[in-house]
Antibody, heavy 115, light 110 residues
Framework: EVQLVQSGAEVKKAGESLKISCKHS????????LGWVRQMPGKGLEWMGI????????RYNPSFEGQVTISVDKSITTAYLQWSSLKASDTAMYYC????????WGQGTLVTVSS | QSALTQPPSVSGSPGQSVTISCTGT?????????VFWYQQPPGTAPKLLIY???NRPSGVPDRFSGSRSGNTASLTISGLQAEDEADYYC??????????FGTGTKVTVL
């Protein structure tokens, strides 16, 4: 059974850094694209970017490029989404998803940033 | 990249059919078969309903069907049930080698 388990909720201050994680199990980690999706409070889904763990090729939504970094650690089949300097507007639920069609989803990580 | 356009809400009585439209451009929906639909009940993660315009993953009821005409994709829910009440999102591959979600549609079962 494919499982994506995300790290727990975070409460941070503006200007702080953050790295959230998405642990894969149940399938070949290097065979599927993995992406991140943002959902701001009461709003819709936004596609942030995807990475292919097999060769670390990564593509970003232009709106998020330079604002976040997507990475993977193949040795522990874990993907990451990180910020170097958070803003209050980064407050949102963040989902990781994997598969050709985003067939599999994590449970979400709630990030709250206070100003 | 601009979000694909969906109606904010649609509603129907149990047993009826509803259709959700998703309008893009010739740079996304109109040019690629990689069009997807997701269902998101309140407080939960999204779930894949349709992939490649009109294909259902295993386990998705055949009440859900997808189609496309030009730059507009559609999701039809036939035989509406109370459990179908949720938010629905379309998603498409784009000419920039990225993906874009739709604005989302809330389905209400009357």
């Amino acid at each position: 059974e494919v499982q994506l388990v995300q790290s727990g909720a975070e409460v941070k201050k503006a200007g702080e850094s953050l790295k959230i994680s998405c642990k894969h199990s149940g399938y070949s980690f290097t065979s599927y694209w993995l992406g991140w999706v943002r959902q701001m409070p009461g709003k819709g889904l936004e596609w942030m970017g995807i990475t292919y763990p097999g060769d670390s090729k990564t593509r970003y939504n232009p709106s998020f490029e330079g604002q976040v970094t997507i990475s993977v650690d193949k040795s522990i089949t874990t993907a990451y989404l990180q910020w170097s300097s958070l803003k209050a507007s980064d407050t949102a639920m963040y989902y990781c998803a994997a598969g050709y069609a985003f067939d599999y989803w994590g449970q979400g990580t709630l990030v709250t940033v206070s100003s | 990249q601009s979000a694909l356009t969906q109606p904010p809400s649609v509603s129907g009585s149990p047993g009826q059919s509803v259709t959700i439209s998703c309008t893009g451009t010739s740079s996304d929906i109109g040019s690629y078969n990689r069009v997807f639909w997701y269902q998101q009940p309140p407080g939960t993660a999204p779930k894949l309903l349709i992939y490649d315009v009109n294909n259902r993953p295993s386990g998705v009821p055949d009440r859900f069907s997808g189609s496309r005409s030009g730059n507009t994709a559609s999701l039809t829910i036939s035989g509406l049930q109370a459990e179908d009440e949720a938010d629905y999102y379309c998603n498409s591959y784009t000419s920039s080698s990225t993906y874009v979600f739709g604005t989302g549609t809330k389905v209400t079962v009357l």
